[in-house]
Each structure stands twice: as C-alpha cells, then as structure tokens.
C-alpha cells in the first residue's frame, strides 16, 4: 500500500498545557485543537514558546503539564520513538557520511524492516519528494533545498501520524523559499497529512496555512485564518506582528445618537457601532488608505495632513503622513506616469468607515 494511500489524517488536541525551564514559563496555558489533514502554523517571534510546543508534541524537551492527544490517544509521557511523530529540525541533521537513501532508510534500518520493503518506501518517498535520481549521492553534494527535501523524505517515508516542520526555510535564500513553501503544501495536500509548521515569518504562515496560533511570550494570543486574523487582530500585538499597520489611541463617546472615536491628537473618527466609554485603539491597514490633494469622497473619513517622507518600493510608493502629532503610513499603487506626493506636501487622506477596527483595552 503507498504511503498517499496510506496516511489516516488525525486530530491534535491539547489541553491546558504548562511549560517551564526552572523558574521561568515558557508556556501558559495552551489550548489548541488543530483539525485532521489541516495545514497548521505556529507563528511568532523568537523566544514566544512556538518552538517549545512543537517539541512538545514531538517528544523533546521537560515534560509539560497538561495533556497532549492524537485522536483519543494521550501520548503524554511516551518517548519521541512511540509516538509516531515525524519531525523536520531547522538544520535537517542529515548523517553526512551517509548517501541520500541510507540517510532516507535510517529509520527503517532501525524499526528491523525487511530489505525489499525499505527499498520500495525509500523510493517512494523520494519520488514524492522529486530526488530519487539523487539516491547514490551524499549531503554535501546537495543545494540546500535538495536536503530540506531529502529531511522531508527521511520523515515522511517512516508513515507519522504527524509531520512537524520547525522552520525548515530558514537556512534558504529569499526565491527558493517561496518554491519550497509551495513544493512542501503540495507534498502535504497529496498526503492529507496533519501537518504543523513552526515560523517567525508572517509571509510564510499567510501564504502555507489553513490555520494558525499567534504565539507571544508563552501565551497563544490568536488562533484563526490567516485572513481573518490580519482582517479581524484581538489586540494590538496581533495587528503588528501580521503586517504593516497604523494604530490611534484615544477613547470612544456616543453622543446624539452616533459613536466617534477621539484620538489623542484630536482626531476625530466616527464609528459604526456604539462602544460608548471605552479606551482603546484605531487600527487600519496602509493599503486602505486613498491619498488625494483635496476631499474626493465625501462618505469617507477624511483626514488632513502633511506628507513627511516617503519610500518607493516598486509595486507601491509608501508614504509617511503627518496627522496632528501622529505618522500615518500609506500605500498607494504605483503605476507609471501616477502622482507622487512630495514631501511637505498638503494631502487630504481618505479612509473607509468599513476598513477601520477598534481594538479595546
């Protein structure tokens, strides 16, 4: 039976899990169900747990408090050989003496697996993963997307109920990257299997997932999509960490009926629902965000400023804008022969009600 056919996709269920290394929380409190077959990211930045709890459930490092299930089983305790969990580290630990299909069987080799049958797995995982017509060759002879794949085979071909990636691209260039994000959700679609992916990188998570958890400082701030969690953020280190955005500080009032928000600055925003009371913060994204020389939409929020600086970046020209005593950041398309804003220019900033969120605090 092939490996495609084989895999049975599980659920990943965690509970209430606790880790710590002496004094010091490392994880507090997790909570997480990650769906069978589901494509799943553990973003954040470094030092936020994520890699922890992939080890976790791998098997490595203290043992933590809570449990940690695969379907109805409480793999808790059980040593990272039992648990039929494949992982791939961030250096792929391929054996360098060793050619690439003995670097792929060692783990059969190890499980006492008939000769034949090691070597119609090995191929298989190497067809999978497009090698197989490096078999002879050693690690060293290999470009470094070739032995993340070949860490991928040596993984896969041993049939885990989960694959966890712990940020495999890390050690890549810029453009193989991207082609290596795509050939690993590929691999994992023709698979079916549950698959976690450790990453820092916000592109990498947006562009690989169907889910992911935001992780900072040992606690999961957000579980979602990766379009609802840019388009809807819990709370300020959310709506930072998944891209470019702008925030105004102030406070909520009804009056008359209608809800506005008063910035700091003396801005005033007005506000589709009534949080009446309430301290907390603006947010909306560059891109959102029309520049003009005057008032051209007179349903939008319309704010005054003054262009301080501004970058061009190819696709787009992002402008920094002063508004009161705050910098407002804009993207605006760019397109040949389109006007550029100059600094210390007066510009008129224009802004949807529906692209603007309030986050309380």
Same mark, same amino acid.
């Given at each position: 039976?092939?490996?495609?056919?084989?895999?049975?996709? /599980?659920?990943?269920?965690?509970?209430?899990?606790?880790?710590?290394?002496?004094? *010091?929380?490392?994880?507090?409190?997790?909570?997480?169900?990650?769906?069978?077959?589901?494509? $799943?990211?553990?973003?954040?930045? @470094?030092?936020?747990?994520?890699? *922890?709890?992939?080890?976790?459930?791998?098997?490595? &490092?203290?043992?933590?408090?809570?449990?940690?299930?695969?379907?109805?089983?409480?793999? &808790?305790?059980?040593?990272?050989?039992?648990?039929?969990?494949? !992982?791939?580290?961030?250096?792929?630990?391929?054996?360098?003496?060793?050619?690439?299909?003995?670097?792929?069987?060692?783990?059969?080799?190890?499980?006492?697996?008939?000769?034949?049958?090691?070597?119609?797995?090995?191929?298989?995982?190497?067809?999978?993963?497009?090698?197989?017509?490096?078999?002879?060759?050693?690690?060293?002879?290999?470009?470094?997307?070739?032995?993340?794949?070949?860490?991928?085979?040596?993984?896969?071909?041993?049939?885990?109920?989960?694959?966890?990636?712990?940020?495999?691209?890390?050690?890549?260039?810029?453009?193989?990257?991207? %082609?290596?994000?795509?050939?690993?959700?590929?691999? %994992?679609?023709?698979?079916? !299997?549950?698959?976690?992916?450790? *990453?820092?990188? %916000?592109?990498?998570? +947006?562009?690989?997932?169907?889910?992911?958890?935001?992780?900072?400082?040992?606690?999961?701030?957000?579980?979602? @999509?990766?379009?609802?969690?840019?388009? +809807?953020? =819990?709370?300020?280190?959310?709506?930072?960490?998944?891209? *470019?955005? +702008?925030?105004?500080?102030?406070?909520?009032?009804?009056?008359? &009926?209608?809800?506005? $928000?008063?910035?700091?600055?003396?801005?005033?925003?007005?506000?589709?629902?009534?949080?009446?009371?309430?301290?907390?913060?603006?947010?909306?994204?560059?891109?959102?965000?029309?520049?003009?020389?005057?008032?051209?939409?007179?349903?939008?929020? +319309?704010?005054?400023? /003054?262009?301080?600086?501004?970058?061009?970046?190819? @696709? =787009?020209?992002?402008?920094?804008?002063?508004?009161?005593?705050?910098?407002?950041?804009?993207?605006?398309?760019?397109?040949?022969?389109?006007?550029?804003?100059?600094?210390?220019?007066? /510009?008129?900033?224009?802004?949807?009600?529906? %692209?603007? $969120?309030?986050?309380?605090?």
């Amino acid at each position: 039976m092939s490996l495609v056919s084989r895999v049975k996709a /599980v659920r990943l269920r965690i509970e209430d899990l606790h880790i710590s290394f002496g004094s *010091t929380k490392v994880l507090e409190g997790i909570n997480l169900e990650i769906e069978p077959g589901e494509f $799943f990211a553990f973003l954040g930045p @470094s030092g936020s747990g994520k890699s *922890t709890l992939l080890r976790a459930i791998a098997g490595f &490092g203290p043992d933590p408090q809570g449990k940690i299930r695969i379907d109805d089983e409480d793999i &808790g305790g059980l040593p990272p050989w039992k648990r039929n969990v494949g !992982m791939v580290f961030q250096n792929y630990a391929l054996w360098p003496h060793l050619s690439v299909e003995k670097n792929v069987a060692f783990g059969l080799e190890e499980q006492k697996m008939a000769k034949a049958e090691i070597g119609e797995r090995v191929k298989e995982a190497l067809d999978l993963v497009g090698l197989y017509h490096l078999v002879n060759r050693h690690p060293s002879q290999l470009s470094g997307g070739q032995q993340q794949r070949i860490a991928l085979a040596r993984t896969i071909v041993t049939r885990p109920r989960l694959l966890l990636l712990d940020e495999p691209l890390s050690n890549l260039d810029a453009n193989l990257r991207v %082609q290596m994000r795509t050939d690993i959700l590929k691999l %994992q679609r023709a698979l079916g !299997m549950t698959t976690i992916f450790v *990453t820092h990188d %916000q592109e990498e998570a +947006n562009t690989i997932s169907d889910r992911m958890a935001v992780l900072d400082k040992g606690i999961i701030q957000q579980v979602g @999509s990766p379009l609802d969690l840019y388009d +809807n953020p =819990v709370n300020r280190f959310v709506a930072h960490f998944l891209g *470019t955005t +702008n925030m105004i500080e102030g406070e909520v009032v009804s009056s008359d &009926g209608k809800t506005c $928000f008063i910035g700091k600055e003396g801005i005033e925003i007005p506000l589709d629902n009534s949080l009446d009371g309430n301290h907390g913060v603006v947010v909306f994204r560059p891109q959102s965000i029309q520049i003009n020389t005057k008032i051209v939409d007179d349903s939008a929020v +319309n704010l005054d400023g /003054v262009v301080d600086s501004l970058e061009f970046l190819g @696709s =787009v020209v992002r402008y920094s804008v002063r508004v009161g005593d705050s910098n407002i950041l804009v993207d605006q398309d760019h397109q040949r022969g389109k006007k550029i804003f100059e600094e210390k220019e007066a /510009v008129v900033l224009a802004i949807q009600a529906q %692209q603007l $969120f309030f986050i309380r605090e």
